[in-house]
């Protein structure tokens, strides 16, 4: 599910910033903070707030290889 919750994530921030594009310059910038935050409060339990798969595969794989305690 960690998985499912930051390609879910991802999905909404690319396409929200791509829909935010053609704004005006004072519009934008606030919408996109403001869904950063959305997401993070709605989405970033299980993953920390990644927002991004890549960046938090790379952590999930080392964890897993490494001898961590926790």
Do not use: K, M, Q
Request: no cysteine; aromatic share 8%; charged share 5%.
């Amino acid at each position: 599910w960690n998985v499912v919750t930051e390609v879910i994530g991802t999905f909404v921030l690319v396409f929200v910033i791509l829909l935010f594009g053609n704004t005006p310059a004072g519009l934008g910038p606030l919408a996109v903070a403001l869904l950063v935050v959305g997401i993070g409060a709605s989405l970033g339990g299980p993953t920390g707030y990644a927002i991004n798969p890549a960046r938090d595969l790379g952590p999930r794989i080392a964890h897993a290889l490494l001898p961590i305690r926790g």
